[in-house]
């Protein structure tokens, strides 16, 4: 369990599972950056059940809120190389944008996966004008890298995606 000021980064339970699920399905919370792919409730449940959402390849948390409300979702996963992991978030409700949310979380899973494995970098892919998570990314400590044109296929159109990174050198000096 990660602790923070405003919201706690922590393994989903099975006391969380119906609600996640329904979250976690919710098109029209997809938003226009997030794809509309998902898992059928009984897939979810079987994964739950076998792994936790917890294996060698990725890493699911919720983020619950202050009144133990999950507000969100975020996650870690292999990326190309084995010194690497990609992070992914989504805020399950609009309205709650802006509060520091996601920035709080992503702080705490960065500082944990620097401060708890052998990574050396960390990166998060977003649509360029997602301007709430570019924003996240950037007061995380990650630098804009490049852009991967039209490597997303979200709402029926291919979107460009720019790649962030944080290197472990980078986040060091962060915390002096």
């Known amino acids: 369990m990660l602790k923070g000021q405003l919201c706690t980064v922590r393994h989903l339970v099975t006391a969380d599972l119906n609600t996640f699920i329904a979250l976690a399905n919710d098109l029209p919370s997809r938003g226009d950056y997030f794809s509309t792919h998902f898992k059928s409730p009984e897939t979810m449940r079987k994964e739950f059940m076998q792994h936790g959402f917890v294996t060698e ?29 990609e992070i992914g978030y989504r805020l399950f409700e609009s309205k709650l ?73 980078e986040w060091e000096a962060r915390r002096h």
């Open 57 to 85: 390849d990725s890493e699911l948390f919720v983020i619950e809120d202050a009144l133990h409300h999950v507000v969100g979702v975020i996650t870690h996963f292999k990326s190309r190389t084995p010194t690497t992991r």
């Open 97 to 169: 944008s802006g509060r520091g949310f996601m920035t709080e979380a992503c702080q705490l899973l960065v500082d944990y996966l620097f401060n708890v494995h052998p990574y050396h970098r960390l990166e998060l892919l977003t649509a360029p004008e997602n301007v709430a998570s570019v924003r996240v990314a950037q007061k995380c400590g990650f630098k804009a890298e490049g852009t991967l044109r039209q490597s997303f296929f979200i709402n029926g159109r291919y979107q460009d995606v720019t790649v962030f990174s944080v290197l472990r050198p």
